[in-house]
């Protein structure tokens, strides 16, 4: 009968699960993406000599070729997941227009814009590289620069070459495969084990309503709530899957939702206060975060002991002596909202503190991008349904370019 019993709770618990994992796969909420960018190339350069009835030598007219499309990426604060661009492999920039005859100038290829979300990160696909960031609305970065156009014969002509029969090709195009991973921007990142009551505190702190079940990983993506404060003041609090020892080599949800929290100016830790040893769970989550970057150890940091509402306060005095001392320490209830008023003016307070000042933890020089490990790099895209393959182009697609094999633009050519 116990072993029934037992089966019975394990398919539940396996059932839910895979529902989750399902709704997940279908979830609105992307945070990584791989494309293919190719800038325009430059347009050649006309080689054209003017012949027109009483000018039979009229010289040289060949018009430049025009300017290659550059590809930029640009922030936008109406964005929050990178769903817009699930679906699109590949972006393009036009090619520049031929010079042609009487001078005429190529037509510039037009540039293209990809509209990202605010605390995008770029990775080379093939090197795992870091490419850029975009960390505010509106900033725009120049991800691949289109070719210029080739001078047409014109540009070339001198008192002692009055008739050059050349001109310049364009400039070839660039290409790159992209990996775009959002990084939440958030004041306040909430670190714990699964079923700690972080998904429960946001709710009660916020008017955010993420999932809330009483089994592991009930959260599958991050969550944001803004957390009122006194005199219409607020700021932005970020909820993640739980994190298990192991994660940051590939256990649980692993490495998916840390890079979540890189961004966030103060990390919140929470551990239930039934739990054996708060101690020593605290040092598992804080050595998670050390392994997958020693950097984020710099942040400011509070341990919000939950579920206080099952400890007396006898027993609570009995575990403060043994709870670390280097940092804020709160025992909270978010059921019955112990201790939640103090645990907000512990956040402000740690906020606005002169060596946390937001603007200079959020500030996009003061994050340190690291390379992707390769080793785990293609298991992470394979987890994210990249086959790591990259259709690049059709054939027909591309115009003939082998004039530019031997060809080197020179800067200083005399006009």
């Known amino acids: 009968m116990k072993d029934s019993f037992l089966t019975g709770r394990i398919f539940i618990f396996s059932f839910f699960l895979f529902k989750d994992t399902e709704a997940m796969a279908d979830s609105n909420f992307v945070d990584y993406v791989k494309i293919y960018c190719r ?11 003017r012949h027109v009835k009483y000018q039979p030598n009229g010289g040289p007219d060949g018009g430049d070729g025009g300017h290659g499309g550059s590809i930029y990426l640009r922030g936008n604060h109406n964005y929050w997941t990178l769903l817009h661009l699930k679906y699109q492999r590949h972006v393009f920039a036009e090619h520049g ?50 070719g210029r ?34 990084k939440l921007l958030a004041d306040v990142g909430l670190v714990g084990f699964p079923n700690a009551g972080k998904s429960t505190l946001l709710s009660s702190l916020s008017s955010a309503r993420p999932k809330i079940a009483n089994y592991p990983f009930t959260t599958l993506e991050p969550s944001l709530g803004i957390v009122g404060y ?29 890079r979540h929290i890189e961004r966030n100016s103060l990390l919140l830790f929470m551990v239930p206060g039934d739990t054996d040893d708060i101690r020593k769970e605290y040092e598992v989550l804080l050595n998670e975060l050390r392994k997958f970057n020693p950097e984020m ?10 579920k206080s509402d099952l400890l007396d306060e006898e027993l609570i005095e009995m575990l403060r002596d043994t709870l670390p001392t280097d940092l804020p320490v709160v025992f909270i209830s978010a059921v019955t909202g112990q201790g939640l008023n103090e645990l907000k003016d512990i956040l402000w307070k740690e906020l606005n503190s002169e060596s946390n000042k937001l603007q200079e933890i959020t500030a996009e020089d003061t994050l340190v991008h690291r390379d992707k490990d390769m080793s785990s790099f293609r298991a992470e895209m394979q987890d994210e349904g990249e086959d790591g393959d990259v259709e690049y182009m059709d054939a027909d697609e591309l115009e003939d370019v082998e004039d530019l094999e031997d060809f080197e633009y020179d800067d200083d050519a005399t006009l």
């Open 149 to 182: 156009g080739g001078l047409g014969n014109f540009q070339f002509r001198s008192a002692t070459n009055q008739a050059p029969r050349y001109a310049q090709p364009g400039e070839p195009m660039e290409e790159m495969t992209i990996i775009l991973e959002l």
């Open 230 to 258: 006194h005199d219409n003041k607020s700021f932005v609090m970020a909820d993640i899957p739980g994190i298990i020892e192991g994660a940051s080599e590939g256990k649980g949800l692993g490495l998916r939702f840390l």
């Open 39 to 49: 800038s325009g190339k430059g347009g050649r350069g006309s080689m054209h000599l």
């Open 297 to 306: 150890l710099d942040k400011h940091r509070v341990l919000a002991v939950t």
């Open 97 to 146: 227009g031929n010079g042609g005859r009487d001078k005429c100038h190529g037509t510039d290829g037009k540039d293209m814009y990809i509209d990202v979300p605010c605390g995008t990160v770029v990775y080379n696909a093939e090197t795992g590289k870091y490419v850029c960031d975009v960390t505010y609305d509106g900033q725009t970065v120049l991800l691949l620069k289109g």
